[in-house]
């Protein structure tokens, strides 16, 4: 079954800290792994992203983390600020996929000052 | 990326009347994709709408309870139907793929059925 595990639900930083949210799935045919950011009354809005054919990413302070054996990804958010308070959503698509973005549950941050 | 223009933003209805969302890009797509959004929950993929094409749905989502229309390469509408409190979410629509730009959602249509 097409799935993708995300843990913690909900997860409290404080300000300047680093945020990790965990995702896992099951279904090797996945090989496109985005991570969308989503503010109350906003569409999801793309982050990062990563293929299985590197281990790691990084776009300012956030990075992805990917263990291909372990099919396991996560995302880090360094130096986390008030404003990255958000709900966060992992995400797999299959291979030749034509849309069927397979959501994690969605893990809600906040970030306290 | 594309940009996408959704309307209504929010709507309240009584059940049993229908309700047609609008999805506007600003650019030509190939596919467009509509997912639901229940209160807290993540986000379920209801179907995916060719231009030219009959709408493919998904597992528990059928074409009478959530009508779709493609009319061409920038817009689709997704109608939900016969309108009951369950249908109380928020709908999206989406646009295109594995790549630089990813899938790109709209702002979404919150929807409340009273």
């Known amino acids: 079954q097409q799935q993708v595990k995300q843990s913690p639900q909900s997860l409290i930083v404080q300000k300047g800290g680093i945020s990790i949210i965990n995702c896992a799935y099951e279904?090797?045919?996945?090989?496109?792994f985005p991570w969308y950011q989503q503010f109350p009354g906003k569409g999801p809005a793309l982050l990062i992203a990563?293929?299985?054919?590197?281990s790691e990413k990084k776009e300012g302070r956030f990075t992805i983390s990917f263990n291909k054996s372990a099919k396991q990804f996560s995302l880090h958010i360094m130096d986390s600020q008030p404003g990255d308070s958000a709900t966060y959503f992992c995400?797999?698509?299959?291979?030749?996929?034509?849309?069927?973005?397979?959501f994690g549950k969605g893990t809600k941050l906040s970030v306290k000052p | 990326s594309a940009v996408i223009s959704q309307k209504p933003s929010r709507d309240i209805c009584q059940r049993g009347t229908s309700l047609t969302i609008q999805c506007q890009v600003d650019?030509?797509?190939?596919?467009m994709f509509w997912y639901r959004q229940q209160p807290g929950q993540s986000l379920t993929l209801i179907a995916t709408?060719?231009?030219?094409?009959?709408?493919?749905?998904e597992s528990g989502f059928v074409i009478d309870k959530f009508p779709i229309s493609r009319p061409n390469l920038t817009f689709s509408t997704l109608t939900v139907s016969n309108m009951s409190p369950e249908d109380s979410s928020i709908y999206l629509c989406?646009?295109?793929?594995?790549?630089?730009?990813?899938?790109?959602f709209g702002s979404g249509t919150r929807l409340t059925v009273v």
């Open positions: 990563i293929r299985p054919d590197v």
């Open positions: 989406s646009v295109g793929g594995v790549g630089s730009y990813g899938y790109t």
């Open positions: 995400a797999a698509a299959p291979v030749g996929s034509q849309g069927n973005l397979i």
């Open positions: 709408a060719n231009q030219g094409s009959e709408a493919t749905y």
């Open positions: 279904n090797t045919a996945f090989d496109y």
């Open positions: 650019s030509q797509v190939t596919m």
